[in-house]
């Protein structure tokens, strides 16, 4: 440094220490701010300079005659040097560049997956704490495709036994006793006698009903989302619930029922996904509740939420979602149905089994965008048919055009829906 002369920045390290000379000798030196960096006189011609917190300060000499020599502006930056040995070392292979903008510093460059950059911004605060800028951005392929697969298998097993009697004639002078226990709606597995006179008959009715089956639900949604955001799919419908505000007013809210799945993916480290993941089975009871006079269907639901961690194309499964009910009852007259034998005319006994159990099945792939000549769709290889193909000759399709789209295309659009096709089920 030299009297009278424009003198550069002082760049200097954190935690580290230049010397600076001074063409002339110098009396007094200070520093504005001494929590960013702290002098030490060596002699009379060089100084010490030791950076202690990032930021800007200023340097100043006085002449042995008190006079103002030079003011020169230090600023402390982080220790760049050491943190890109650092990255070098905890990241290889990442091309990462780091730069100093005042008292921070700057990362850019394009890494390998999220997690290399939260661990490269990670590193980072440890020299410069809430003074980095990240321009980096991720490469490789960001997109996952999760396709899930949900089966529900329900069995429903009710049996019911019942018996009435019922007497009536002339001689009772147009009045009848029945005791009838049975509540079977139709007349499938009943059985009447008739026996008696005009004057005294008696009626007897059995009644014995066995009711089973068996449901199988099945859904197969495919969703693209982008890593790290989410991605939701609905298959089934809403239903209106009415309420009412606190003015009195009246209005409807729509509450959703089916199949649903919201899915968060995270592309972590080259083909790891993490994935974040709530799926929901519902259905329409038979019950119903009132609300504001309104009498509203129940809503049977079934949820998973879960968060695992996996590799392109590796699946998981969600099972053991059991449901087990069962009911049972028996209605009678009293005291007659407890008799030892005849008790069985004036009893009706039944019961009801319902199990179900819901597998999730998911699956989830890296992809990337194709071109849109290489997509196909189902009605590419259906034409509307012409009025002479419907009214002549009874086509509801007519046939596709030589120079179709689809002709040209390969895989799926080369096939055709002639036969089965879909889901078949057996």
Do not use: C, W
């Amino acid at each position: 440094m030299a009297e009278g002369r424009a003198q550069s920045a002082l760049r200097v390290s954190l935690n580290r220490a230049i010397v600076v000379e001074s063409d002339l000798p110098f009396a007094e030196a200070s520093v504005a701010n001494p929590l960013i960096a702290d002098i030490a006189t060596l002699s009379e011609r060089s100084v010490y300079v030791l950076g202690k917190a990032p930021g800007r300060t200023t340097l100043t000499l006085l002449s042995p005659e008190g006079r103002l020599m030079t003011n020169v502006e230090v600023q402390v930056t982080p220790d760049v040097t050491e943190f890109k040995e650092r990255l070098r070392q905890l990241l290889p292979g990442e091309p990462i560049e780091v730069r100093t903008a005042n008292d921070g510093l700057v990362l850019s460059g394009t890494v390998s997956s999220v997690q290399k950059l939260d661990q490269a911004l990670e590193i980072a605060n440890r020299y410069a704490p809430e003074a980095v800028l990240n321009l980096m951005t991720v490469g490789g392929t960001q997109q996952v495709q999760l396709k899930v697969r949900f089966a529900e298998m329900s069995r429903n097993l009710s049996k019911e036994i019942g018996a009435s009697l019922g007497i009536g004639g002339t001689d009772l002078n147009g009045s009848s006793y029945s005791g009838s226990t049975g509540n079977v709606a139709n007349n499938v597995g009943s059985l009447q006698l008739n026996f008696g006179t005009a004057s005294l008959n008696f009626n007897v009715l059995l009644q014995a009903l066995e009711d089973k089956g068996v449901v199988r639900t099945l859904s197969e949604p495919n969703l693209t989302a982008l890593s790290g955001q989410s991605a939701s799919f609905l298959a089934g419908g809403e239903l209106p619930v009415p309420q009412v505000d606190a003015e009195g007013n009246v209005g409807v809210t729509f509450k959703p029922f089916g199949v649903s799945l919201n899915f968060t993916p995270t592309v972590v480290d080259d083909d790891i996904i993490n994935l974040v993941m709530q799926s929901e089975v519902s259905s329409v009871t038979e019950s119903t509740t009132v609300i504001n006079g309104a009498s509203i269907p129940t809503l049977s639901n079934r949820r998973a939420q879960t968060t695992v961690e996996l590799r392109d194309g590796q699946s998981f499964a969600i099972a053991g979602l059991l449901q087990d009910d069962f009911t049972d009852g028996v209605a009678q007259v009293p005291f007659l149905g407890q008799l030892p034998v005849l008790g069985a005319l004036f009893r009706s006994a039944r019961f009801n089994r319902r199990q179900s159990e819901l597998v999730i099945i998911v699956t989830a792939h890296l992809v990337t965008p194709t071109r849109g000549e290489a997509l196909a769709l189902p009605t590419d290889r259906i034409r509307p048919p012409t009025e002479n193909e419907l009214f002549l000759y009874g086509r509801v399709s007519g046939g596709a055009a030589a120079n179709s789209r689809a002709s040209t295309r390969g895989g799926a659009a080369s096939q055709d829906f002639s036969g089965n096709y879909g889901y078949v089920l057996e």
